[in-house]
Structure formats: C-alpha cells, structure tokens
Nanobody, 121 residues
Framework: QVQLVESGGGLVQPGGSLTLDCAASGTIGRIDAMGWYRQAPGAQRELVADISSGGITNYADSVKGRFTISRDNAKKTVYLQMNNLKPEDTAVYYC???????????????WGQGTQVTVSS
C-alpha cells in the first residue's frame, strides 16, 4: 500500500556533499513526521534528523550545522542535504515516515529500503 523510494547515496570524499531524497507513494491520506536515520556497521540505528508536518526540524548533535532536512508535501518527499561530510558519516541511511492511510485514522510508521553513503578518500 505504501512505498518509500530513496535515492542519492554514493561515494564522496571528505568535505564533499550529497543530497538524499525519499518519495512516498501509495494510498496515503496524510503524512505526519518524516525523518532520516542511519546505521553504521556494528552500530545501532540512530536518528539523523526529522521534520514535522509543520516544518519543525530536529537534528542529531553530530550533524548540526552540516546537514539540512526539508520536505515537499506536494511531492510527498523528504530531502537530506549533507555538506562537509566526514568519514564517520559513512552508514546506510534510512528514510522514516509516519503517515495515515487513506480512509484510516491511526498513523503508522514506514521505513525505506536504505541507501549507502560512503565518505572516503
């Protein structure tokens, strides 16, 4: 019923930039919070940034000032602009969306398939 399709990952040198995007599709009535998580090898999945339906943003301390999360409600898409990337940013990045299916009332949580970001010289 719902698909989250991510794109934009890849290999980048330290100090470089990448933009991730995640588009939601399906029988969607309303999208609430949208966010990005990441998981490095051997580590737990952690929140990178999220954005409410009203545009309020929240960032992990490790990415503040370097990453920017935004959303386009008409396109049902969330973006993550990543600047000044560091090797420690290397991880699989996952899109996460809270939404209400068309005709339903309760919000449900969905995950994207993940996209690899590798920061290395």
């Amino acid at each position: 019923q719902v698909q989250l399709v991510e794109s934009g990952g890849g290999l980048v040198q330290p100090g470089g930039s990448l933009t991730l995007d995640c588009a939601a599709s399906g029988t969607i009535g309303r999208i609430d919070a949208m966010g990005w998580y990441r998981q490095a090898p051997g580590a737990q999945r952690e929140l990178v940034a999220d954005i409410s339906s009203g545009g309020i943003t929240n960032y992990a301390d490790s990415v503040k000032g370097r990453f920017t999360i935004s959303r386009d409600n008409a396109k049902k898409t969330v973006y993550l602009q990543m600047n000044n990337l560091k090797p420690e940013d290397t991880a699989v990045y996952y899109c996460n969306v809270n939404l209400v299916l068309l005709g339903r009332v309760l919000s449900r949580n969905y995950w994207g398939q993940g996209t690899q970001v590798t920061v290395s010289s």
